[in-house]
């Protein structure tokens, strides 16, 4: 009876970084040349399997048999074998892989646990995260499956090119405009896993020739979760590429290699005595190392500024009235604003006598002070005193007016000064919030102005690798001393 065994000679993911073009893996199986192969992808599989059920091979012996690229004969005749070209996506592939029996179930943790001192090294170097670059060297290389990722190749990212002038040639599929075409490409050989990902993180770091911000938002990203989504659409076309990342990290906790810190009060201190009082706290309390380092962005210093009220005696009644009931210190400022001084002015009347006692009535009526002016010719006016803006007439002109009396405003050529109110500096969202609302509640028009801008402080902890213990400590720091905290990633 003739036995007859597939040799499966080498599943290659390839995936080109540069080009907006999803690469797809090659896959050759060796068959008698006797039999036709005319099957779909499922159907390779799925006959690979029911022969392997047949054959009653332990699955550790089938992977002895496939690593060292047994052929047994039959009758003591060599099989003739033909080559078929199967290609698959990298998702495909390693589905295939698991139901073909090559990944035991310790494969991606053996892989992961194979890379990861490299992926950190490169990560650490470059500020990015050893979780993202060790979830999308598993993506790309089916958890190191494919041929193009084993020794002597190391290609982790299926980086089309050389390295060093070595490379190695493989075939993938192109899109031609229309369709995918076989071809045969170049593919970069390194000389160990850490070259790989240090070639990876400068394309992520430098950005193509035409745009060296292309990857900004990978760079600068807070969190995995962030990085991974900022690879979407940028590094791979795929919709649910960073969502693929997010998966492996989590279910594999590769977020345990990465190296956080805790930033406490960034902004907040703009004093760098308040900033080494904080670190002193924290060190005190926990065993972390820790340094006062400025912050990202100089923090402005606000001042809040009244429209004008006129007169000395108004302003000051309104800044006293601010002063006690916000606590805030603030003073008057002068504006280059004033309003004129306005009087109000009767027509002539003849003979002293008739004149005073007009102005008994007008003053009686009134309140207001008024005076007698001689024009000559034995003919006088009654002339108010000083008001401050037309709002203020009102009473001495409706007085002329139910006399029926003529009557003129003038101006007197003197000027009321119009003042502001000023509050000291100050900084911070909250402290320009409490401001404007009391000047809002008292119908106060007033703006905002940056006074100045100065240096913020604040405490950066040592490294953590994972969330866990950074978060725990983050939460008291914030609960015990009312610190702002945040982890970032130790760059």
Known sequence: MKRYNIVLVAIIFCSSIVLPVVSYAEMTTQVDSSKKVNKSEDAVSEDVVEEDVKSQQTVDSEHKDLEEGIVEESDGEPITKTEEKIYYSREE????AERMGMLRSSAPSEFINSVAVHASNVAQ???????????QAALESGYGTSQLSQA??????????????????????EWDGTKFIDVQANFKRYPSFEQSFADNARVIV??????????????????????????????????????????IIENYGLAQYDTLKIVIGDESFTNIANANNALNQVTSKYSVWAQVTKGGDKV?????????FVGWSNVMRNLNKFRDETGWWAQTVPTNQSIDYLRVVSGGFYGKELATSALEDFQKNTGWWAQLHHLGNNIYRIETGEVSGTNNLAPGLDFFK????????????????I??????????????????????NNNWWFQSNVSKYVDSYQVETGGFYGYDLPNRIASEIQSLYGYKTKIELNK
């Open 419 to 440: 003042y502001a109110i000023q509050t000291g500096e100050f900084s911070g969202s909250a402290n320009l919030l409490k401001g404007s609302s009391y000047m809002e």
């Open 93 to 96: 592939n390693f589905l295939i």
């Open 206 to 247: 430098d950005g193509p020739v035409w745009n060296p911000d292309y990857y900004a938002k990978v760079k600068n990203a807070k969190t995995y979760q962030e990085a991974a989504q900022a690879l979407t659409g940028t590094y791979a076309t795929d919709p649910n590429y960073g969502d693929k990342l997010i998966n």
């Open 300 to 308: 402005p210093f606000y001042t809040l500024t009244t429209g004008g």
């Open 402 to 417: 139910s006399k029926n009396w003529w009557y003129a405003v003038e101006t007197t050529g003197n000027k009321e000064p």
């Open 125 to 135: 170097r470059n500020g990015l995260f050893t979780s993202i670059m060790i979830a």
């Open 152 to 173: 002597p190749n190391y290609n982790l990212f299926g980086v089309k090119g050389s390295y060093n002038g070595n490379s190695v040639l493989m075939w993938t599929k």
